[in-house]
């Protein structure tokens, strides 16, 4: 069984997936810790509502990206995590967390990497008009969705497809995929 930490900054969407797939006996693993960069994101909610342990910081109240990020890994060090899972976690990470991590930290993004990194990656596919739309999941390093591609799943986006279609698409197949790809990964290494 692998522990490992969520970090989210909104919904949780993708905690609920995980946390179930966990709970159904499919994924062998143990959210140890959710690390949460908004005060009102209800994700925490849903952290404690399973009994899991939450680290909500406000990152204006540290001086440096390191310096939130060196008692974050204090955190995760201490219950023992091994795996960091970042899931719709707004943040560039900085070395003290890839340091801590390497190799051991992955992200979801909502888009086929390479194309359309940061926020509004649906919204920025729609606006060049991609025909082909989907998810990714990637080794997270100093770049804003960088790092090299462990999964990818697509779909095509149909005549008249609406953001909020597409948005919900995106949702189910990343409430799919990531559980799956944690699992591989996590049996792997
Ligand atoms: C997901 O679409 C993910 O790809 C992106 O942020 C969103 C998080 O959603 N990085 P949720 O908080 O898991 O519902």
């Known amino acids: ?16 997936a995980i946390q179930a797939s966990i709970e159904k006996g499919q994924l062998d693993a143990s959210i140890e810790l959710v690390v949460v960069d908004k005060l009102d994101a209800k994700v925490i909610e849903k952290a404690k509502a399973k009994q899991i342990d939450t680290f909500v910081f406000n990152p204006k109240e540290y001086a440096s990206k390191n310096d939130y990020e060196r008692v974050i890994v204090e ?58 739309m ?28 609406t953001h909020d279609e597409a948005e919900a698409k995106i949702h189910a197949i990343e409430h799919q995929l990531y559980p799956e790809t944690l ?3 996590l049996e792997e290494k």
């Not at 069984?1 to 609920?16: C, E, L, P, Y």
């Not at 091994?82 to 890839?98: K, S």
């Not at 729609?126 to 025909?131: A, D, L």
């Open 75 to 132: 955190e995760c060090k201490r219950r023992g995590v091994e795996w960091i899972v970042l899931a719709g976690y707004m943040r560039i990470l900085a070395d003290a967390l890839l340091e801590a991590y390497p190799n051991h930290i992955v992200n979801i993004h909502p888009s086929l990497l390479p194309a359309f990194k940061g926020k509004d990656a649906i919204g920025q596919a729609f606006n060049y008009g991609v025909k082909i």
């Open 1 to 16: 069984m692998r522990k490992i930490a969520v970090f989210a900054s909104g919904t949780g969407t993708n905690f609920d």
């Open 183 to 185: 699992k591989k990964l």
């Open 134 to 161: 989907g998810v990714s999941i990637h080794y997270v390093n100093a770049e804003m969705d960088g790092g090299k591609i462990i999964a990818q799943r697509c779909f095509d986006v149909v005549d008249g497809m």
